[in-house]
Every structure is written in C-alpha cells, then in structure tokens.
C-alpha cells in the first residue's frame, strides 16, 4: 500500500486559510488541526496540509517543496507566471487596483505618469503601465500600501482591493483595475506522477463541491398542457425528471439550475403556470 501523500500548501491566516480549509471540509477530507502548527495531516485523505506566506508559496511550489497550493490569483500572476494553474476556486475574490487620494482630480492613466506608486505588486503594475505607455517610479511596500500617499512616500498605490473600505478609511479612491483575482489551485512543476494521480482524486472532489455552490436543485407542479414550454426553461444536467400528480392533468418536475439565472429562470416559471416550487442547496454534485 502507497505511503505517498499529497503536498498542499494553504495561506496561514486571513480569508484566504478559512475558505481553503472549508473547500477540504467540503471535499470530505478532516484535517488535524491544531493551533500554530505549520504542517498537518488529513485523517482520511492521503493529504498534508502545510500552512505557508501567500507570497511564499510560488517559490515552494516552483522548488517541489509542496505539489499544489490553494493561492490568489493575483500572487500567481506577480511572483508565478511559470506555475500550471488549475481550477479557478471561486472564492477570496479581489481587484488588484491602482488609487490615488480622494483630492486629487484624476482624468486618465496618463495623470500618473511620472508620478510615484507603492506596491507590493511590482511586475504587476510595471507591465499594466507598460501597456498603457505610462512611466512611472515605483516604491516597493510589503505591508500597508494605503499609507504611502498619506506620510508623503507615494502619489498613489496598486494594492488588492475587495469591497473598498480601507481605501475609504485612507481618503483613496480605486481609478484603474488592472485585474480581477480569484483564489486558484495552483501545481508544481516538479510533482510526482504518483501524486498527481492523488491531485486528479482531489479536483474531482473539488469540481463537485464547486458544481453544488454554484446550481440548486428545483422541484415544482405544472400542468400538462404547459409541460414541453416549461421543460425548455429547465435544461437540467441531462433532462428534467417528470412524474405525475395524484391529481390528473398536472406533473411535478425535478432538475437542477445554475444560480446566476435562478430568479430570471424562477419568474418565467410562473408566468408558464408552475406553482408549488421549491429550491434546496445541492450539497455535492457529480456530473
């Protein structure tokens, strides 16, 4: 029997470690987890977890230290452009933006031309302006951009942005978005075949949590009449399941949406004559 186990590395605090240490749970896979440890092993998973610095990570997946990541986009892009990126995960969303303060009458990127920037986002921000033909001096920051315009350091900032309070907090509003981030499975080049075998079992896991978060499942009645209109409202993963009523001339109908048209498909529903509809979450999926 195989030894091997699967390499992981998740962030070691902050949102990101909370919805990567959920999806595992979400995939079945109990991690022991006790309280500042750096390293811990899944009890039922061939899988051990190993709780890293976001910006760390490319480095140690780029030297085999661990075999795949849970990681933003956004430090994959800056520091890992050389990394396989697997599946987009769907949560820790995020902008990487630039801001300026509130005062300043900003008109266009060109308005930053020659002007100072801190980032903790260097290549980032360097080739987004290099794009735009801007030339600009960038003051490299590992911490609290927001403050550089404020102490004088920086006349605005590229840092990552997600709802936009603390740039309100630091009188700094977002003018450009240079990319829209995400946290991903990211995979190391020098990955065994032995355990990629084990990192196919664990997407497949992964798809079908992500496939559940994104559909629900429907149950509704309808009349006969009105089955075929409504059934083309509800393409389902094959086809809606239909069985009929006690009460002659009406069916009820099974099937599974996507969550984005939810109220949009639910509306047309009703306009066809659909009554007694009822939505559940979907805990897993498998397609």
Known sequence: MSTEKLRIAIQKSGRLNEDSLQILKDAGISIDNGKEQLKASARNFPLEVMYLRNGDIPQYLRDGVVDVAILGENVLIEK???????????FSKCRVSLAVPKSMKYQGIEDLDGKKIATSYPNTVNEFLEKKGISAELHIINGSVEIAPNIGLADAICDIVSSG???????????????????????????????????????????????????????????????????????????????????????????????????????????????????????????
């Open 80 to 90: 890992g452009k050389d990394i396989l990126q697997g599946e987009k995960l769907g």
């Open 165 to 287: 309070s603390t740039l309100f907090k630091n009188n700094l509003k977002e003018v450009e978005v240079m990319l829209k981030s995400e946290a991903v499975l990211a995979i190391s080049p020098m990955i065994s075949e032995e355990r990629k075998a084990l990192l196919e079992k664990l997407q497949f896991r992964f798809k079908s949590v992500l496939d559940a978060r994104t559909s629900k499942y429907i149950l509704l009645n309808a009349p006969n009449q009105k089955l075929d209109e409504i059934i083309k409202l509800l393409p389902g993963m094959r086809s809606p399941t239909v069985l009929p009523l006690a009460e002659e001339g009406w069916s009820s109908i099974h099937t599974v949406i996507n969550e984005e048209r939810f109220w949009e498909v639910i509306d047309e529903l009703k306009n066809h004559g659909a009554e007694g509809i009822l939505v559940a979450p979907i805990e897993k999926m498998v397609i």
